[in-house]
């Protein structure tokens, strides 16, 4: 029983420990991207013996990538969870043009809360501009996790409203830039705050302007009928 709990704790100090580097990672890679970041510092930030870094992920790249597959898992997980990344481009045909803008209007509020929302750490969304401007191997992950998934799904939806197909040039532009809309929010954060005199985002702030993205996206998608 003594051994058991013995190993019981070792156990939970080893997962300690590594969450503190994933933590310190996300932080310190997001501001000096991964060639500025020395694993002494990394394991200074985390309070934890430089050692670590080889014994938990092998390098300093091996912790880089953990932060990304991380930050992956958090926001694929957040989008699964709407239950409107199933829809096939087979599918997206078949709908009806009330239910296709339903799912897009839902899907992409969702998508916006996840972003923006209190608590979520603007570290996290730093990293993923990083990747987008200077993408590392690690960036596939986060393309196959949740941008593919996504784009994809709108992708559909906006071709059923404008009968083209998923995979058009149109459509894909189209969908990019619907999602564009969202990560725009992210990225050029400060502005906007400065703009409309907030210090940051509160929660109703967040659902307001996902609101009147989600519903830009619904006004923008659809080229049908003009």
């Known amino acids: 029983m003594k051994i058991s709990s013995g190993i ?10 590594r969450e503190r580097l994933i933590e310190a990672g996300l932080k310190l890679f997001a501001e ?14 985390a ?6 870094i080889p014994y938990h992920f092998g390098s300093k790249d091996g912790v880089y990538r953990a932060v990304i597959e991380e930050i992956a898992r958090e926001i694929a997980d957040g989008l699964a969870a709407t239950g409107l990344l199933q829809m096939s481009a087979a ?12 799912n897009l ?3 992409i ?21 990083r990747e987008q401007l200077r993408p590392t191997e690690n960036f596939n992950h986060l393309f196959k996790s949740f941008i593919e998934p996504i784009h994809k799904t709108v992708g559909s939806i906006v071709a059923r409203l404008n009968d083209d197909r998923a995979d058009s040039e149109v459509t894909i532009i189209r969908a ?5 809309q969202v990560l725009s929010f992210a990225v050029a954060q400060h502005s906007y705050l400065m703009r409309s005199k907030n210090s940051k985002l509160s929660l109703d702030k967040v659902e307001e302007i996902a609101d009147v993205i989600s519903e830009m996206a619904v006004v923008s998608a659809d080229f049908s009928g003009r």
């Open 47 to 52: 309070g934890v013996n430089q050692s670590a």
């Open 32 to 45: 000096l991207g991964m060639d500025g970041v020395r694993t002494r510092a990394l394991a200074e930030v």
């Open 105 to 107: 209007r839902a899907l």
């Open 91 to 102: 599918e997206g045909k078949t709908m009806s043009r009330d239910r296709c803008l339903k």
């Open 176 to 180: 990019h830039a619907i999602i564009g």
């Open 8 to 17: 019981e704790i070792q156990n939970k100090s080893s997962e300690a420990t």
């Open 109 to 129: 509020r969702a998508f916006t809360i996840l972003i923006l929302s209190p608590g979520r750490s603007t570290d996290r969304t730093l990293l993923i501009v």
